[in-house]
């Protein structure tokens, strides 16, 4: 049954409305899937998790059709309406578990140390507050836990990063439900207390000339597991 938190009934059911974004989003992200090699980053990030999964951020659901049938179950945070609902429905023709549940990562609606394992998919760029949302996937996972993460990352010449830095200051988060191009998750992920284990440059596409959003991360990290047994110092 779904791991929520005794006050996830008050989670806000829109915490985020981005409707014409949404919608673009969609159709743009199933014509990725094959056109710009997404389906198999899917792969990638998702291959070997066991247990049980939280996945904050899970837009239209496209991830669950690549998660193995290792996994116990997955709760997937969308605090978007329409991409909530394309979720629902993918949850349906997933082979795994998956409930699809209202929140954003600054406040999951979920218990402490309940997880295996989080994913984050193209979320950490559109987040309020990033500090705060590695908290909550912190709290979340079990000692020992794993971040599996694809997320927009460092890349390219000095001419891209400046092209990135304005954009983010002026028109990309307006037209594109807040994201934010010039964003270290790895620095991120390291600041929040996680240990970062392996992490690949990831392009999209991976051929022909790269865009201002082409530049990704691929990798894990993992929550520490305490020093020596409970109660040690």
Do not use: Q
Not at 106 to 123: C, H, I, M, Q, T
Request: glycine residues 12%.
């Amino acid at each position: 049954m779904p791991l929520r938190s005794p006050g996830s009934g008050r989670t806000a059911h829109d915490a985020v409305r981005h409707p014409l974004f949404a919608r673009r989003y969609a159709r743009f992200s199933t014509v990725a899937e094959t056109r710009l090699g997404l389906a198999g980053v899917r792969e990638r990030l998702l291959a070997g998790l066991t247990g049980r999964i939280v996945e904050i951020g899970a837009g239209g659901g496209l991830n669950f059709a690549h998660y193995p049938g290792t996994v116990a179950e997955v709760v997937a945070i969308e605090p978007e309406r329409l991409l909530r609902h394309n979720a629902r429905e993918a949850a349906l023709r997933a082979e795994v578990p998956v409930d699809v549940v209202p929140g954003c990562a600054e406040a999951l609606p979920v218990k402490s140390e309940a997880f295996d394992a989080a994913v984050l998919s193209l979320v950490l760029c559109s987040v309020r507050d990033v500090p705060r949302a590695l908290g909550e996937v912190r709290r979340v996972l079990r000692p020992g836990g794993e971040v599996r993460f694809f997320e927009h990352g460092v890349g390219g010449g000095p001419a891209m990063r400046l092209t990135r830095r304005v954009l983010d200051r002026t028109v990309w988060p307006a037209l594109n439900g807040g994201c934010h191009l010039s964003r270290d998750p790895v620095a991120a992920l390291r600041a929040a207390g996680f240990e970062v284990r392996c992490c690949r440059p990831v392009r999209i596409p991976a051929s022909g000339p790269a865009l201002p959003h082409s530049y990704c991360a691929l990798g894990s990290a993992r929550r520490p597991a305490p020093d020596g047994p409970p109660g040690a110092h």
